[in-house]
């Protein structure tokens, strides 16, 4: 059994796939069989950034925070999708 991924990514888009192949071979019985499916696909590609800002008058303070944001995709064959951020 074999295992095939790939990663690939260009312009801040990352991807990868995970799949595999089956083959057997019964010499005895002059059978053969294979098999290659793909169990799971994962990107992720960069979003505008994020920003938060808090302020208390009483306290004259203000918290701002900036990030940069990356969307998670996984898609299985099973038709489920989860998305997520980093």
Request: glycine residues 14%; hydrophobic residues 35%; proline residues 3%.
């Amino acid at each position: 059994m074999v295992g095939p991924g790939v990663v690939g990514g260009s312009g801040g888009l990352l991807s990868a796939r995970l799949g595999c192949r089956v083959q057997e071979e019964d010499v005895g019985r002059r059978e053969t069989f294979s098999a290659e499916w793909q169990d799971l696909e994962l990107s992720s590609r960069p979003e505008d950034g994020w920003c938060r800002r808090e302020a208390d008058t009483q306290r004259r303070e203000t918290l701002e925070q900036r990030g940069a944001v990356r969307v998670l995709e996984q898609r299985s064959p099973w038709g489920l999708l989860r998305v997520g951020v980093l």
